[in-house]
């Protein structure tokens, strides 16, 4: 999974929306500590620097070195590089330990993990009772630019997806198991719908389109043409529905979805 976003990173780093402050705000206010948490699946550290705003430390870890060389500095963040070949013991081990760990995000990622692995790491090192885990994503269900950017765009692109990533683009991870008690924000099998507002220009959303995973899934498996020219037409249709000032930014409503739970005892 690495290599996806390896080549893109410095311009998958801009063009990623930014997470909204009360859900870290939110999640915050879940745990019963602030000392200690964990960014998995860091990317370039979105998540990492608002979970900062409420915790002593966060350590923020990828298995991408591209993603990570383009992270957004912060002083109580620490970025770790993780290959996939680490074991449970020393993914605990690394992240802090047993029992240490007030909140675990896993912010737009989650479906590309050994996720029985990563389950077991977290119930390991979340603090008992008070820890937390926080999994989201979202697709192109972009308002008010769904029927473009997920019926079109998507649909097209859909063969050359990766299949793990359909969790996201298509299930809204609904059928991603997890295991953990509720805590008011969703619950396995319904996932909690949390709308992300974000002000956007043309370019920023072509940029965006342009350094998505299935976008470079299909480049790399040799339908750049056939990508370049689907991602043309649905960009069209998008600016013709824009206005007349494609250069001012507007807001967008990206349909994210989130589930949180603690450790079962």
């Not at 389109?209 to 990508?227: C, F, I, N």
Request: glycine letters at 8%.
């Amino acid at each position: 999974m690495a290599g996806l976003y390896e080549k893109p990173s410095e311009t998958y780093a801009k063009k990623r929306p930014r997470y909204p402050k009360e859900w870290f705000s939110m999640l915050a206010g879940l745990t019963a500590g602030h000392h200690r948490a964990w960014d998995a699946g860091c990317g370039s550290g979105q998540a990492a620097i608002s979970m900062a705003e409420h915790y002593e430390s966060v350590v923020a870890t990828d298995v991408s070195e591209g993603q990570l060389r383009n992270a957004m500095a912060h002083p109580r963040v620490r970025y770790v590089h993780t290959p996939e070949h680490l074991s449970e013991d020393e993914l605990v081990a690394l992240v802090g330990g047993d029992g240490s760990l007030d909140l675990i995000v896993v912010a737009t990622s989650i479906h590309w993990f050994d996720i029985p692995l990563f389950y077991a790491v977290a119930n390991r090192a979340l603090r008992k009772p008070g820890g937390v885990l926080a999994v989201w994503g979202y697709n192109y269900e972009i308002h008010p630019f769904e029927d473009a950017l997920q019926g079109q765009l998507y649909a097209a692109l859909r063969p050359y997806q990766d299949p793990r990533a359909r969790l996201a683009t298509e299930d809204r991870y609904r059928s991603l198991p997890f295991p953990f008690e509720p805590v008011g924000v969703g619950a396995e099998g319904a996932p909690a719908d949390v709308d992300m507002e974000v002000e956007m220009t043309l370019e920023d959303l072509a940029g965006f389109v342009m350094t998505g995973s299935v976008v470079t899934t299909a480049r790399e498996k040799g339908a750049g043409e056939e990508m370049e020219a689907v991602v043309r037409d649905v960009m069209r249709r998008v600016e013709e529905k824009w206005g007349d000032a494609p250069t001012v930014p507007r807001k967008l409503a990206f349909k994210a979805f989130m589930l949180a739970g603690r450790p079962k005892c």
